[in-house]
């Protein structure tokens, strides 16, 4: 970043040196070194289970995040869209799982130039007419792509029943010129967000059940799946430690948000070690009334799908309502006053990232870097 040539407030939210007080709000902040103790500990404990971490950067989208999750020792990156993919690839990724089907040609014809610049590339499927089209694809651009089936594993999304049909898709990949089989995707995204501990258990429990006969299945058909892919966030410990998965392909962890605080075993605050570290920095901009403030960010600023942002060390103080530029939060204690910063929990980090231009991160009260959101509206 050229501190000459970028004035804070016009081109960026901040400048490296700055202290938080002078952040233009709203804006992405990230606490540096809360995102670097998620990523050592997600690290350390796939290493403690034997499985690799394959991280989503669906969740962040940013190349400098993905960077220190690779360098901390994560063997490769899940991408959900083909531009994304296109984002990471040229940013020097060379490890891509696409954890998605594609299926428009044009498409299909970008992700399967995708391996000439050296990159491992691989995809989902569900459908056999999808594996030819991938596999036309593939032979014409002169590269291959791996290609895993995805099953559905309970949550009635995308992916082919367990058991006999993931067998003939196998096969299918496993003939078609252009592609290698590489094995199955089998991931569970309602069931993370089950906050009770038991109860993820009971429905993670089930979704194993049928992986594992349809790995046996698979192993009697010959097909060797150097791949089994899944779990998330709210799943990691249960999926890693029951002994089916060789990749778990979490992305929230990373910065985390006020959702999955709420998922029992995951947040610090919850009984698991993971900490905020993205926040939706805000400005109170009107307080006219004792208990009542008003702060700048609203749905522009962050996505409301999963729920209220919280106040991050205000707990008193509630995020109540929002409208496209405003937050109004009850301030019973009368703790806030005008200009004062809030740092927001956003309900869920995805979508919220993809509102921004730029991370703005923090160690110690300044600003150490600004970070662009590298792959931010890649949704085609
Ligand atoms: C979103 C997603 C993940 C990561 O989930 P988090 O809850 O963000 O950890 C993993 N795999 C697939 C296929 C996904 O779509």
Redesign the pocket.
């Known amino acids: 970043m050229e501190r000459d040539t970028m004035e804070p407030g016009f081109d960026v939210p901040a400048l490296p040196g700055m202290a938080e007080a002078e952040i233009q709000t709203p804006c992405l902040l990230i606490d540096h070194d809360a995102m670097m103790r998620n990523i050592d500990l997600m690290q350390a404990r796939a290493d403690e289970m034997g499985v690799g971490l394959r991280v989503?950067v669906?969740?962040h989208k940013s190349a400098d995040i993905a960077r220190r999750q690779i360098a901390a020792g994560a063997c490769g990156i899940?991408c959900?869209k083909v531009s994304e993919a296109e984002v990471f690839v040229r940013a020097g990724f060379g490890d891509v799982l696409v954890?998605?089907q594609v299926c428009d040609r044009a498409k299909i014809a970008r992700l399967a130039r995708l391996p000439l610049s050296g990159a491992r590339v691989i995809v989902c499927v569900d459908d056999a007419a999808n594996v030819k089209a991938l596999s036309q694809a593939a032979v014409q651009a002169g590269s291959a792509l791996e290609v895993l089936v995805e099953m559905d594993c309970g949550g009635g999304r995308c992916g082919v029943a367990p058991g006999a049909a993931v067998v003939t898709l196998a096969r299918q990949i496993a003939e078609a010129p252009g592609l290698r089989f590489a094995g199955v995707?089998a991931?569970h995204?309602g069931a993370?967000h089950i906050y009770d501990r038991a109860a993820r258990e009971a429905e993670l429990g089930a979704s194993h059940r049928k992986l594992r006969e349809t790995l046996e299945e698979l192993r009697e058909a010959g097909l060797d799946c150097a791949i089994v892919g899944?779990?998330?966030?709210?799943s990691w410990d249960i999926e890693g430690a029951s002994g089916l998965y060789t990749e778990m392909?979490?992305?929230?962890?990373v910065l985390m948000d006020a959702d999955y605080a709420r998922v029992q075993s995951i947040a610090g605050e919850n009984g698991g070690g993971f900490e905020h570290a993205l926040f939706v920095l805000s400005g109170v901009m009107s307080h006219v009334r004792p208990d009542h403030a008003v702060c700048d960010a609203g749905l522009k600023s962050m996505s409301a799908d999963s729920g209220m942002p919280t106040v991050f060390g205000l707990p008193d103080v509630v995020y109540r309502r929002y409208s496209d530029e405003h937050g109004e939060l009850d301030d019973p204690s009368g703790r806030l006053a005008l200009n004062d910063r809030v740092r927001l929990v956003p309900g869920h980090v995805?979508p919220t990232c993809n509102l921004h231009d730029w991370f703005v991160v923090v160690r110690d009260g300044r600003v150490t870097d600004l970070w662009p959101v590298s792959a931010r509206g890649r949704l085609w």
């Open positions: 989503h669906k969740t899940c959900q954890s998605n995707q991931y995204g993370q899944g779990a998330g966030t709210g392909q979490c992305g929230s962890y995805d």
